[in-house]
Nanobody, 127 residues
Framework: EVQLVESGGGSVQPGGSLTLVCTAS????????MNWLRQAPGKGVEWVSS???????YYADDVKGRFTISRDNAKNQVLMQLNSLKTEDQATYYC?????????????????????RGQGTQVTVSS
């Protein structure tokens, strides 16, 4: 059974940083692309970033240059460093497992809707 557990969320001021960690189990982690999604209160799910099996990385335009996704296959973890946080980054962040090794910046949101995801970790950005 696929299990994904996110951690690392918290409350920071604008301009602050956080590191989110997703620990995976129940599948051969190194073989699959992984994704970060987020959902702000009252809004739909938004794709944030993905990393392929070969560690190619992809970002949504509004986080490019501020967020960095990485993976540690030895620990079965996908991480995301969040820098220069803005109030509009406030959301619950979820990691999800892709069904394939490749990733893309151009998948429709429907692609992500049925993928396994964790319970989420809350990021609050407020002064």
């Amino acid at each position: 059974e696929v299990q994904l557990v996110e951690s690392g969320g918290g409350s920071v001021q604008p301009g602050g940083s956080l590191t989110l960690v997703c620990t995976a189990s129940g599948f051969d982690f190194s073989r699959y692309a992984m994704n970060w999604l987020r959902q702000a209160p009252g809004k739909g799910v938004e794709w944030v970033s993905s990393i392929s099996k070969s560690e190619l990385t992809y970002y949504a335009d509004d986080v490019k240059g501020r967020f960095t996704i990485s993976r540690d296959n030895a620990k079965n973890q996908v991480l995301m460093q969040l820098n220069s946080l803005k109030t509009e980054d406030q959301a619950t962040y979820y990691c999800s497992k892709s069904p394939e090794s490749q990733a893309s910046a151009f998948y429709d949101l429907d692609y992500y809707s049925g993928l396994p995801r964790g319970q989420g970790t809350q990021v609050t950005v407020s002064s």
